[in-house]
Structures are given as C-alpha cells and as structure tokens.
C-alpha cells in the first residue's frame, strides 16, 4: 500500500520563507545603522537588562547559549557591547558600550519603520499572528 501524498503546503517550509523575507527586510531598513535584525535584538535586550550574563540574555532572546556566544562575538570586535567580567572568570557581564548606545538609538527609529510597515500590512491578523508565534514557541 502506497501511501497518498499530501496536498497541503508544508507549514514549516512557509514560516521559514516568510521569516527569511522579513529578517531580510529589517536588514535592509537597518542598514544605516550598520547593524542587522539579530544584533537590533541582542543589543535592545542588554540594554533593557542593564547589565547580564550570558545565560540571562540567552532565555531573554531564546537561543542557546553556545549560539548566543557566537553571536555575540561581532558586537565585542565592534566594541557594542563590553565584557565587564574578570579576566578569568567564565561567567560574562555584558553591558552596552557608549558606541553601542549609540547605535541602538540610530537603529530604534530604523526598526520602528519596519515594525510599523509590517503591521500595517498584517492589520487585523497582527493579533492573531501574534497569538500563533505563543502557541508555536510553546510546541
């Protein structure tokens, strides 16, 4: 018996599009601040932290933490974010640097043109949408 193959588009092949459509719009708008969507993030969540650990800001943003320390090299080599940390010590204190305040106050108004695009277009489905990202991030 053969089994019948599915019709339906794949859920997981569209939201992966769609996602990879929008980190790239976003990445385009903040380009004049010099940074992308997934820096915006880290560096708005340090700042609304204060002063974190690594282990903070990686629940605060939901990625593991060994990915969040790859990413978060780029912002120390450009001097964003600052290590406050021992030397020796294995556990980081992250902080905003007066560089990266900089930044981030260039790139809020540049993520705000964004945001502000999208739920325009979404209108009424924002909510909605919004509810399936809470149901999804639960699965």
Do not use: H
């Not at 939201?15 to 790239?24: H, N």
């Not at 945001?115 to 924002?126: A, D, M, N, P, R």
């Amino acid at each position: 018996m053969q089994i019948a193959l599915p019709q339906d588009p794949c859920l997981c092949i569209r939201m992966r599009r769609a996602a990879q459509r929008m980190t790239d719009y976003y990445d385009k708008t903040l380009l004049p601040s010099g940074i992308s969507v997934n820096q915006y993030s880290l560096l708005i969540n340090i700042a609304r932290l204060g002063e974190c650990g690594t282990g903070e800001l990686a629940e605060k943003v939901g990625l593991e933490k060994s990915t969040l320390v790859r990413t978060l090299k780029p912002l120390l080599t450009a001097e964003l974010i600052a290590d406050a940390s021992a030397d020796e010590s294995r556990k980081r204190r992250l902080s905003l640097t007066s560089k990266g305040e900089y930044t981030l106050q260039k790139a809020i108004p540049l993520w705000q043109q964004a945001q502000s695009k999208f739920k325009q277009q979404l209108g009424e489905e924002y909510e909605s949408l919004m509810g399936f990202f809470n149901t999804a991030n639960t699965l």
